[in-house]
């Protein structure tokens, strides 16, 4: 009897443990579906506002220039939905062939169970009455039939709990099934969703290509556009302040060491492709004029991979006329990277990342001469020229 039960106990655990396990991938798998939602949401929400937005530009004739930012923050917004969509229809797949694979293993334990449960209750009842008498008749005394009586107990007792483990995995089943059930949904929902911000993608890509082609060769929008470039240098540098500030209040005249220093000279180039445009002051041959660059262009295909120059962390994420999404890595000790002209962020502000890391895409929002990346180094709040820190090539 004793052998019978140790057998059976580890079973017992196994089945429980399962359940549990499951009970519990089930509720953090819904707070997180829970937590993408609500951020799905809000992005749909600021998408929806934006698109009201571009009708509202076309209903009043507002310049065209701010019909360019409006479309092109909507198409930022619409990328950013369509990558998290992804995302999520990636995951979604991975649980349903996760849950698929659980289904099929649970089926088959269930049926090797309930066909050894079958077989002990036939044996009981062809053989056990038969013992019974023969145990009571041969009896020497009455502490072996006392024994016996006890066993037969015993006997019944790990029964039911055969019995109520094939329940259990029953049950089991049943809540994978429902659960494969609403993933199916979830993900048919998100792919009709994917294909729709797709479509809204490339009518608005279209309507902004048509828009530039004509705002490039007009000397007025050009002026206009270089404001929106200093405006959106001037918030650029706001931010590296504020990142400043904070470190050395945050420190007390302590910081984190940097190695940011010893790669002047040898850093790592933050995507491929030439440079177009140089740090300091830079003609602008169309209008004559001269502008101050903070930074360089780097002109690169669309989606080209964005890398870390060197170890940091993300100390901010914008979106500025001009220059479209803006990601700021500060890099400790008072040094900063800003990388500008995104098409899509792969980070988060908090997020610690390590040099070549892929932090980005490079996109063309905020441009007028096609995809590129704006790239700064800041030492403390004083800008310096990249080409300067960058390896030779």
Known sequence: MYHIRCKLLPRVL??????????????SSSRLRTDQKKELENLQREIQQYRQKLAEAERKELSTL????????????????????????????????????????LSGEFQKLKQQYARQLVSYYKHQGLK????????????QVYVWLKYRQRIIAANRRRLETLLKKKQLIEQKSEQLHNELQYQRKIIKEKK??????????????????????????????????????????????????????????RTKVSHFPKLRGRMIWPTTGRVISHFGKVKNRQLGTVVENLGIDI?????????????????????????????????????????????D?????????V????????????????????????????????EKWLAKR
């Open 196 to 253: 729709a911000e797709q479509a809204y993608l490339l009518r608005d890509q279209r309507q902004r290509k048509q828009i530039l082609k004509k705002l490039r060769r007009n000397k007025k929008i050009l002026q206009e556009k270089i404001k929106e470039y200093q405006a959106a240098a001037v918030e650029i540098q706001r931010l590296i302040e504020r990142s400043e500030r904070e470190r050395l209040i945050t420190t007390k005249g």
């Open 132 to 143: 019974d008498w023969e145990i009571l008749l041969t009896a020497k005394s009455f502490n």
């Open 355 to 386: 040099e070549g890391e892929v932090i980005a895409k490079v996109g063309d929002s905020g441009s007028l001469s096609g995809p590129m990346l704006h790239f700064e180094i800041w030492e403390n709040t004083q800008n310096v020229d990249p």
């Open 299 to 343: 002109k690169a295909p669309f989606g080209a991979d964005v890398r870390a120059t060197a170890d940091g962390v993300i100390s901010a994420i914008t979106w500025q006329r001009g220059r479209g999404n803006i990601l700021i890595v500060n890099h400790y000790g008072g040094y900063y990277t800003v990388y500008a002209h995104l098409s």
């Open 345 to 353: 962020i792969l980070v988060t502000v908090g997020q610690e990342v």
């Open 14 to 27: 196994i089945i429980l443990l399962v359940i549990t396990a499951g009970l519990l991938l089930a509720q």
């Open 66 to 105: 701010e019909k360019v930012a409006r479309l092109e923050r909507s198409i930022d917004l619409t990328r950013q939905l369509i990558q998290k969509l992804r995302v999520q229809e990636l995951q979604t797949r991975k649980i349903i062939s996760q849950l698929n694979q659980e289904l099929l293993d």
